[in-house]
């Protein structure tokens, strides 16, 4: 009996095969307690976690040639289990009388919370990650092979979260796609499959259940669809899907390099969202434009001091010359107790996605913002400032005017300081708290621009995790009131002379991100991949019609009637 499910897809394509069970890495294993004294369950455990880091950076090197920048995924891997903290915190657990293998698990556990709770999709996803080096570090310490069954032929992986690990350990040639019950489009198994080019869709609810006892399983992670035994009908259309696919994905291959722009010439700029050097290349090759998003703090984790300026002066720079002659946003540290660093002392918070992070946590420790902000500004000034490069800085989750006017002071102060003329410094503020979206006409007039983080946005608008599946379907970017609020924030930056970008996950869909320059934006920054896609639907229409298509979401009376609307007007 077919059956079908609608999760979020997370890499585009379409394939049909038969479904292979992926089951938890870490099922096997035993916690027997201490195997020794504490000194040598310490010792065991720093030699599983030394052992752990060489795995991983090996399965980097293997990740590299199939993958190219994603093998910083298991880098960053490895440097979990390098963690000193980490290790510190397990090491103390196993003084007080837990087993090497209890005390690994509370303490990636303990991490794990700082991350899942984070507002930020990125790095709450990184939560998964944690788990998968937790698994690896336990499975060596209790003795037990890591190592899972294979399909024996290109299979549907089914699983209820996939880790980057076993997405990365299973040859490539027996996954036709992967579907995951949790999880989310930013995971590091997402990502990978986008990279891999493998169709993705995660969130399908019920979906172990469902799956149990199906002999073929058809899946769209383009739309999110997965067919369990699917009919004769069914089948025909997935297969008639598939091959547009393909066909479709050569022609993205030549789209990507063309120059953004509508139908009528209209220039949108189509940049990318980059968390590292890594995301260089990539970024360049997929024909991204710039990057919107430089998301500076990963410059600052896992590490025990903090960077100096001439450090993150060079990595700056380094950015800008990937991106020569275009324009490149830096977003300053954007940190918090959700997220913490060995070298900012934090206490704890009941609720870290509503306390001191963003610019607010900048402006409570003025050097390290200062030494931030220097060190932009010795990259801009080295660039040739507002001669063959384009710079711009932004601020993150600011919620009030007076944020602004003392992070502009900084700037100003820091640049004085060191002598370089900034007149060409573009400095923006991200709207991604529902105050500041609210005073975009009191903002705008301090700005050159505003970056609209519609990850953040949405959750605090709808009060809604988006990693939590009970409530992930109410934040979403096409519920009319949403549109709203996004035209009223351009509204108040034209009427000011200042531009408006959009750098949340949203801006991937190239649906939605036609309604956004339809609305009036110019910047659309998302992840590398998902380029070519947009570019090739705003260069099927005119401005008139994406203003069109902008205005009849607006109206619509749900967010579903909202994207049926778009998809009417777009034809996507």
């Known amino acids: 009996m077919s059956v079908s499910l609608v999760g979020a897809g997370a890499a585009p394509g379409v394939a049909v095969g038969p479904p292979f069970l992926v089951a938890p890495v870490a099922n096997a294993v035993i916690d027997t307690g201490p195997a020794g004294p504490p000194e040598a ?36 891997h490895a440097a979990f289990a390098e963690d000193p903290e980490l290790e510190a915190r397990a090491d103390a657990l196993i003084d007080a009388g837990q087993s090497a293998i209890a005390a690994t ?68 040639d027996r996954i036709a796609a992967i579907v995951t019950e949790t999880g989310s489009p930013t995971s590091h198994a997402a990502i990978l499959a986008r990279t891999l080019g493998i169709p993705a869709v995660v969130g399908a609810a019920n979906l172990l259940q469902l799956a149990a006892g199906a002999k073929l399983m058809a899946v ?42 509508t139908a009528d010439g209209v220039a949108v700029e189509l940049v990318a969202n980059v968390a590292s050097r890594d995301d260089l290349a990539g970024a360049v090759a997929a024909g991204a434009e710039g ?18 300026v001439a450090e993150q002066a060079a990595y700056y720079g380094e950015v800008l010359n990937a991106f020569a002659g275009r324009r490149v946003v830096f977003r300053t540290l954007d940190i918090g107790a959700d997220k913490p660093i060995p070298f900012v002392s934090r206490a704890a918070e009941p609720n870290p996605a509503l306390g001191v992070r963003g610019i607010r946590l900048s402006l409570r420790y003025p050097k390290l913002f200062e030494n931030q902000l220097r060190a932009l500004v010795q990259a801009y000034g080295a660039s040739g400032g507002a001669g063959p490069m384009r710079m711009g800085i932004m601020f993150p989750l600011v919620s009030r005017v007076e944020e602004v006017v003392a992070a502009r002071a900084e700037v100003a102060r820091v640049a004085a300081d060191e002598g370089v003329d900034v007149a060409g410094l573009e400095i923006g503020v991200m709207i991604e708290v529902p105050s500041a979206a609210l005073a975009a006409e009191r903002l705008a007039p301090l700005v050159d ?55 949340g996950e949203t801006a991937s869909d190239p649906a939605v991100g036609a309604a956004f320059v339809g609305l009036g934006v110019r910047e659309l920054s998302m992840v590398a991949g998902a380029i070519g896609e947009v570019k090739d ?19 619509a009376p749900s967010a579903a009637a909202a994207r049926a609307a778009l998809a009417a007007a777009l034809g996507s």
């Open 449 to 503: 621009f505003f970056s609209i983080g519609t990850n953040d946005l949405l959750q605090y608008l709808f009060a809604a995790d988006r990693l939590e599946a009970e409530v992930a379907d109410l934040a979403d970017i096409c519920e009319p009131v949403v549109m709203d609020l996004v035209a009223r924030v351009v509204a108040a930056a034209t009427a000011n002379g200042a531009w408006v970008g959009v750098c």
């Open 220 to 261: 769209d992670g383009r739309t999110g669809e997965v067919h369990l035994d699917p009919d004769a009908a069914v089948l025909a259309v997935m297969t008639e899907r598939q091959a547009s696919e393909s066909a479709r994905f050569a022609e993205l291959a030549d789209a990507r390099l063309l120059p953004g722009r």
């Open 291 to 308: 990057a919107g998003l430089v998301r500076t703090e990963l410059l600052f984790q896992d590490r025990r001091t903090e960077p100096t």
């Open 105 to 172: 698990m509370a303490a990636f556990a303990a991490f794990r919370a700082l991350l899942a709770a984070s507002t930020s999709e990125y790095l709450a996803a990184r939560a998964a990650d944690l788990d998968d080096v937790c698994a690896r570090v336990t499975a060596i310490l209790a003795g037990v092979t890591r190592g899972f069954v294979l399909p024996d032929q290109p299979s549907v992986l089914v699983a209820r979260e996939l880790t980057p690990s076993q997405t990365a350990e299973i040859p490539r």
């Open 41 to 76: 369950e310490k010792s065991r455990l720093h030699e599983a976690l030394a052992q752990a880091a060489e795995e991983l950076y090996a399965l980097a090197e293997r990740v590299r040639e199939a993958a190219g920048d994603e093998a910083e995924i298991f880098e960053a």
């Open 537 to 555: 639907l705003l260069s099927r229409h005119g401005l008139a019609t994406l203003v069109a298509a902008a205005e009849a979401a607006r109206s």
